[in-house]
């Protein structure tokens, strides 16, 4: 069974404050994204990485960095968190194979609130 | 860019109605369709998929989907719904062999016992 876990299922940070929310999954999955959800816009693509050192930028990068320097492990960084970063985060790996698509699957999510 | 509406943001059914999710994408190109869920307080989860082959697509606890080409439509649908179908569900697609994966805003449903 894929396990996609986040270090955090509440956070709550002061406005300028940096915030790290962290990702990791353990079954040696080469994809892995994080999303942003909000109420009557879905999920939004923030950033994605298919290898380790390497990142892309989704839909919605701005005011936001990325990490993987490990396989298992994708961090999402907010180098100065401000209120309209307050979200719920989604994490999300896949395995890279040569298949049209490969199922996405997701952690529990870390909803931040900005103060 | 692909874009893709879900035509309805709050649905609230009764038990045993039959219920029908619309979703309507922009591409014209081959894309792979995909019907999220997300019951309250758990994680996400994939429903059902469609990449090729009979455009009818069978998923878990008993939802289909329809593919129809040339409506750009691929709508969920479940013939009695049931109090535990409460959730939010979410039509994603991704074009060609990507696998990025492009959200509709979701349907909350709502079941009444």
């Known amino acids: 069974d894929v396990k996609v876990t986040q270090s955090s299922r509440y956070l709550v940070k002061r406005t300028g404050e940096k915030v790290f929310l962290e990702c990791v999954q353990d079954?040696?999955?080469?994809?892995m994204f994080w999303y942003r959800q909000d109420p009557g816009l879905g999920l939004r693509l923030i950033y994605f990485?298919?290898?380790?050192?390497?990142?892309e930028k989704g839909d919605i990068p701005e005011g936001y960095s990325v990490s993987r320097e490990k396989k298992e492990r994708f961090s999402l960084i907010l180098e100065s968190a401000s209120t309209n970063q307050t979200s719920m985060y989604l994490c999300?790996?896949?395995?890279?194979?040569?298949?049209?698509?490969?199922?996405?699957?997701f952690g529990p999510g870390t909803r931040l609130t900005v103060l | 860019a692909q874009s893709v509406s879900q035509h309805n943001h709050h649905v609230i059914l009764s038990e045993a109605a039959s219920l029908e999710l619309g979703c309507n994408y922009s591409y014209g190109g081959t894309v792979n369709l995909f019907w999220y869920v997300q019951y309250p307080g758990q994680h996400l989860q994939l429903l059902l998929k469609?990449?090729?082959?009979?455009?009818l697509v069978k998923g878990i606890k008993g939802f289909e989907a329809e593919f129809i080409k040339s409506k750009f439509s691929f709508n969920l649908r479940k013939p009695s719904v049931q109090w535990s179908d409460t959730a939010e569900y979410f039509c994603?697609?991704?074009?060609?062999?990507?696998?990025?994966?492009?959200f509709g805003a979701g349907t909350i449903l709502r079941v009444k016992s």
């Open positions: 079954m040696d999955h080469e994809n």
């Open positions: 994603a697609v991704t074009a060609g062999y990507g696998n990025k994966l492009v």
């Open positions: 469609y990449f090729s082959g009979d455009p």
């Open positions: 990485s298919y290898d380790v050192k390497m990142k």
């Open positions: 999300a790996s896949s395995p890279f194979t040569r298949a049209p698509y490969n199922e996405q699957f």
